[in-house]
T-cell receptor, first 111, second 115 residues
Framework: KQEVTQIPAALSVPEGENLVLNCSFT??????LQWFRQDPGKGLTSLLL?????REQTSGRLNASLDKSSGRSTLYIAASQPGDSATYLCAVGGSQGNLIFGKGTKLSVKP | GAGVSQSPRYKVAKRGQDVALRCDPI?????LFWYQQALGQGPEFLTYFQNEAQLDKSGLPSDRFFAERPEGSVSTLKIQRTQQEDSAVYLC?????????????FGPGTRLTVL
């Protein structure tokens, strides 16, 4: 059974710092991997989608990498801002398209 | 609106009541997913539709949970005889194609509280 783990569970950084969020998964037979952000009381916003054949994706200050063989993904956030404060969720895509999520990393960026 | 919408946003039910949660996916999206998110946890898959066909319901926790999408657009998740452990946020997501490689777009969720 696929299991997704995110480390750390919570992270607090000063504004302007570069940071890395980690995600690991137990079964490398994935179709894709998505990173989401979730604001309190809100739904999930898709940040980046990496297909199984890809190694990384970039969007603005965000860069996500995927290493299927080692079962790892990282989300790099450059020059963090207070508006980046949210919970970040990693999810791997199964054979039917359903997503298997980690528990998330709660990020707080202090001004 | 252009996004996924869900109603109601909040629902309080007494234990034993039946509830119905609605999802309006993005127009034209083929795939629709329901997830359950308990407090402090990541979402967990419940069920998946491709158009009107329910292709996977392996995540439904019991036979009290039932989902339908009769015309391939709007979907309803019904929970019969609600229990306290059903309290959670129920998220709906849709994607353009079959869903295996597509981005899933999520609605704001319905927060269900069972007293």
């Amino acid at each position: 059974k696929q299991e997704v783990t995110q480390i750390p569970a919570a992270l607090s950084v000063p504004e302007g710092e570069n940071l890395v969020l980690n995600c690991s998964f137990t079964d490398s037979a994935i179709y894709n991997l998505q990173w989401f952000r979730q604001d309190p009381g809100k739904g999930l916003t898709s940040l980046l989608l990496i297909q199984s054949s890809q190694r990384e994706q970039t969007s603005g200050r965000l860069n996500a990498s995927l290493d299927k063989s080692s079962g790892r993904s990282t989300l790099y956030i450059a020059a963090s801002q207070p508006g980046d404060s949210a919970t970040y969720l990693c999810a791997v895509g199964g054979s039917q398209g359903n997503l298997i999520f980690g528990k998330g990393t709660k990020l707080s960026v202090k001004p | 609106g252009a996004g996924v919408s869900q109603s109601p946003r909040y629902k309080v039910a007494k234990r034993g009541q039946d509830v119905a949660l609605r999802c309006d996916p993005i127009s034209g999206h083929v795939s629709l997913f329901w997830y359950q998110q308990a407090l402090g946890q990541g979402p967990e898959f419940l069920t998946y539709f491709q158009n009107e066909a329910q292709l996977d319901k392996s995540g439904l926790p019991s036979d009290r949970f039932f989902a339908e999408r009769p015309e391939g657009s709007v979907s309803t998740l019904k929970i019969q005889r609600t229990q306290q452990e059903d309290s959670a946020v129920y998220l709906c997501a849709s994607s353009r194609g079959r869903g295996v490689t597509d981005t899933q777009y999520f609605g704001p969720g319905t927060r269900l509280t069972v007293l």
